[in-house]
């Protein structure tokens, strides 16, 4: 699934951010950081409705929860780091 992917991929730059935040001097997230978080919650909330529109409406398979899982991880750890700046 393509949009599972790019969820992933928002996750590995998230990941990327909060590797450097935890290495820096506690100054918090530079500018380009804080675009880019800006940038990765437009993202998710584009990759969110595009999964609504192309989601069958059959019911949630139970692996769906794990997605679903990953997102609210996802946005978690954004706000997480949006409190930071």
Known sequence: MLVLRLF???D?????????????DGTGPDEKDARTLAALARTI????????????E???A?????????RTELARRIRGL????
């Open 12 to 24: 590995a730059q998230i990941g990327e951010i909060e590797r450097r935040l935890t290495a820096a």
């Open 58 to 60: 059959a019911p949630a």
């Open 82 to 85: 949006a409190g930071e700046v």
């Open 8 to 10: 992933r991929m928002v």
């Open 45 to 56: 909330e584009l990759l969110i409705d595009l999964e609504a529109k192309t989601r069958p």
């Open 62 to 70: 139970p692996e769906e929860g794990d997605e679903d899982a990953f």
